[in-house]
């Protein structure tokens, strides 16, 4: 994939970032040809309100590749993926872990399906469906959510789909204090980790919960 339309500054922003995240830049090539079918589809379908390359880099590929120190090995699925965030990330940096993309919209589902075919993702598969109908349950170690609901909607649609003592991966903006007090039983969580993403201003954290 030729990301020869992209500036140098792009570039350098993602390499700074991989360096403050101790992520090897092996990964750059990959990530810059998502953005570049991100960027090229983007136009026609909207798939993100962000533009601007450079905003790309930070607000989606540093912030999505922020979670990966907690991701091990196994399945991941990724709900409400939308564009592809988290999951392509950190299935393009973590080879060795099996991602689903869960996404209903059929345009994005599409174009989801392009970005696993043009960069040869072989760890990713997309699945064109509502978290809640996915028909996989007791299947995954780690579930992931960006923007897709409050802790307990996210496990009200999706938590069928965790092993015993998997964990959600749920990514938020300030310390979801509310939102932490209606999870439901069984659902413990056992971190909140503030994230420091290269080049973003504002809070972002990340809750681990986990499937009990």
Request: with cysteine; net charge neutral.
């Amino acid at each position: 994939m030729n990301d020869s339309s992209l500036s140098p500054e792009v570039t350098a922003d993602l390499e700074y970032g991989l360096d403050i995240l101790e992520l090897d830049r092996v990964y750059v090539v990959p990530l810059l040809a998502y953005l570049t079918l991100l960027i090229r589809w983007n136009r026609t379908y909207n798939l993100t309100a962000i533009r601007d390359p450079r905003e790309m880099v930070v607000r989606h590929l540093l912030d999505s590749l922020a979670i990966q120190r907690y991701v091990t090995v196994g399945r991941l699925a990724d709900l409400g993926s939308g564009p592809g965030l988290p999951g392509i990330p950190l299935a393009i940096s973590c080879p060795s872990l099996q991602v689903t993309l869960v996404e209903s919209n059929g345009k994005k589902a599409r174009f989801l399906r392009e970005v696993v075919r043009q960069l040869g993702l072989s760890n990713v598969g997309v699945s064109e469906v509502r978290a809640e109908a996915l028909d996989e349950a007791l299947t995954y170690e780690h579930l992931t959510a960006r923007a897709l609901d409050t802790l307990n909607g996210i496990v009200t649609v999706g938590g069928h789909l965790l092993k015993s003592e998997g964990t959600l991966l749920a990514m938020k903006g300030a310390y979801p204090h509310e939102e932490i007090a209606m999870l439901p039983p069984h659902w413990v969580v056992e971190a909140v980790h503030p994230l420091q993403v290269p080049k973003l201003t504002g809070k972002r954290h990340l809750v681990i919960v986990r499937k009990r």
